[in-house]
């Protein structure tokens, strides 16, 4: 996959995966040609302002024009997107972030020269610290597995894994269970009398500033849970007390729940 200033990444679909990852690359002083395809005209108009990208709003000319895709559609919208895009007729990687749709699936769309590769990046590569997983098809050459693999290190850390641990993957990394738990906690504090504020404050360092101890440090986690929740201790009795409320056991619906949500995905292409 050879790189040239004049053939541009372009992204199918015009989301928040697309708005992070652009901000992401923009943030880390990514300065090769980018264009998104979107049916929505806003979106493109909003991206355009933003971040300097191209737009186009034609599909089978953003197809044309690429030297590498990005599919940042709807899995329910996959189908009817291939369908409008038909055989490409030359050698592309193309690159799918739709939760769920397996390389099977996506090998069987656009063609025998369209090499895939499918990748998880987290919307919070738009602040530079995003995390990536990675799958490449046999096929795809090394040096376009490089290059997808350094596109995407621009915006965080990433790893390659096995497909088959993608859907639990999708469902453990998202930003979104930090957030639900920093609004949880917060609530319950203010509930018990702190302030709005201060209980966004305890609560955002308990979670946040706790985790970077852990990443920053040489403490294994159970080291930590050791230090911070004294036997008998408060920080132990709350644990004690949503553990035996049932914290644990949500926790592994909700995870069970996403990966059901995955495989069905996975079923409408």
């Not at 590769?117 to 490089?146: N, Q, Y």
């Given at each position: 996959?050879?790189?040239?200033?004049?053939?541009?990444?372009?992204?199918?679909?015009?989301?928040?995966?697309?708005?992070?990852?652009?901000?992401?690359?923009?943030?880390?002083?990514?300065?090769?040609?980018?264009?998104?395809?979107?049916?929505?005209?806003?979106?493109?108009?909003?991206?355009?302002?933003?971040?300097?990208?191209?737009?186009?709003?034609?599909?089978?000319?953003?197809?044309?024009?690429?030297?590498?895709?990005?599919?940042?559609?709807?899995?329910?919208?996959?189908?009817?997107?291939f369908k409008t895009i038909g055989v490409i007729q030359r050698p592309i990687t193309a690159v799918s972030?739709?939760?769920?749709?397996?390389?099977?699936?996506?090998?069987?769309?656009?063609?025998?020269?369209?090499?895939?590769?499918?990748?998880?990046?987290?919307?919070?590569?738009?602040?530079?610290?995003?995390?990536?997983?990675?799958?490449?098809?046999?096929?795809?050459?090394?040096?376009?597995?490089?290059?997808?693999?350094?596109?995407?290190?621009?915006?965080?850390?990433?790893?390659?894994?096995?497909?088959?641990?993608?859907?639990?993957?999708?469902?453990?990394?998202?930003?979104?269970?930090?957030?639900?738990?920093?609004?949880?906690?917060?609530?319950?504090?203010?509930?018990?009398?702190?302030?709005?504020?201060?209980?966004?404050?305890?609560?955002?360092?308990?979670?946040?500033?706790?985790?970077?101890?852990?990443?920053?440090?040489?403490?294994?986690?159970?080291?930590?849970?050791?230090?911070?929740?004294?036997?008998?201790?408060?920080?132990?009795?709350?644990?004690?007390?949503?553990?035996?409320?049932?914290?644990?056991?949500?926790?592994?619906?909700?995870?069970?729940?996403?990966?059901?949500?995955?495989?069905?995905?996975?079923?409408?292409?």
């Open positions: 996959m050879k790189r040239t200033r004049d053939r541009p990444i372009v992204f199918l679909g015009g989301g928040r995966i697309t708005s992070a990852l652009i901000a992401g690359w923009r943030l880390a002083g990514y300065k090769y040609r980018i264009v998104v395809h979107d049916r929505h005209i806003p979106k493109l108009s909003q991206l355009k302002r933003k971040y300097k990208v191209e737009v186009e709003t034609d599909l089978r000319r953003a197809v044309d024009a690429a030297y590498l895709l990005i599919v940042a559609v709807r899995p329910d919208g996959i189908r009817d997107l972030v739709a939760a769920g749709v397996p390389l099977t699936k996506l090998r069987a769309c656009l063609g025998p020269l369209v090499r895939w590769a499918r990748a998880m990046p987290s919307p919070v590569c738009r602040s530079g610290r995003g995390l990536t997983a990675l799958i490449f098809e046999p096929a795809l050459p090394v040096d376009a597995r490089r290059e997808v693999t350094q596109l995407f290190e621009t915006v965080g850390q990433v790893i390659e894994i096995p497909e088959n641990h993608f859907d639990a993957f999708t469902v453990t990394y998202s930003a979104s269970h930090g957030y639900h738990a920093l609004g949880a906690l917060a609530q319950s504090a203010e509930k018990v009398g702190l302030d709005r504020k201060t209980a966004i404050i305890a609560a955002a360092h308990a979670l946040a500033d706790g985790i970077n101890a852990w990443r920053e440090g040489k403490l294994s986690l159970d080291d930590l849970l050791r230090e911070a929740a004294t036997p008998g201790g408060t920080a132990a009795t709350v644990i004690k007390a949503m553990t035996t409320a049932g914290y644990d056991r949500a926790v592994e619906r909700g995870i069970r729940a996403g990966i059901a949500r995955t495989k069905k995905n996975a079923r409408l292409i």
